[in-house]
Nanobody
Framework: QVQLVESGGGLVQAGGSLRLSCAASINIFSINAMGWYRQAPGKQRELVATITSGGTTNYADSVKGRFTISMDGARNTVYLQMNSLRLEDTAVYYC???????????????WGQGTQVTVSS
């Protein structure tokens, strides 16, 4: 089972930036893809960014142009650079390992504790 540990969250003003990190317990290049999710209070968890082992990235419309996902295979770590943060980006952010079936990604690792991102006005 893939274990994941997220870090890097915090309190930031609207318009600011944060970089999140996700350390995986296995070689991330052996995984089809990695993804960042977020869950705001009272809302379902949503997938906001994915990156394949080949480096192809994809983003939810709500974060496109502001967030960048990347990975460091030597450290088995996935990053999420978040710029131009908005109040609605406030959430707990999680990462997970993904498998793709048809056009849909499904998480298969153990969920970590997540990292809280709070954007203030």
């Amino acid at each position: 089972q893939v274990q994941l540990v997220e870090s890097g969250g915090g309190l930031v003003q609207a318009g600011g930036s944060l970089r999140l990190s996700c350390a995986a317990s296995i070689n991330i290049f052996s995984i089809n893809a990695m993804g960042w999710y977020r869950q705001a209070p009272g809302k379902q968890r949503e997938l906001v960014a994915t990156i394949t082992s080949g480096g192809t990235t994809n983003y939810a419309d709500s974060v496109k142009g502001r967030f960048t996902i990347s990975m460091d295979g030597a450290r088995n770590t996935v990053y999420l650079q978040m710029n131009s943060l908005r109040l609605e980006d406030t959430a707990v952010y999680y990462c997970n390992a993904l498998r793709q079936y048809s056009d849909t990604y499904y998480p298969f690792g153990s969920w970590g504790q997540g990292t809280q991102v709070t954007v203030s006005s």
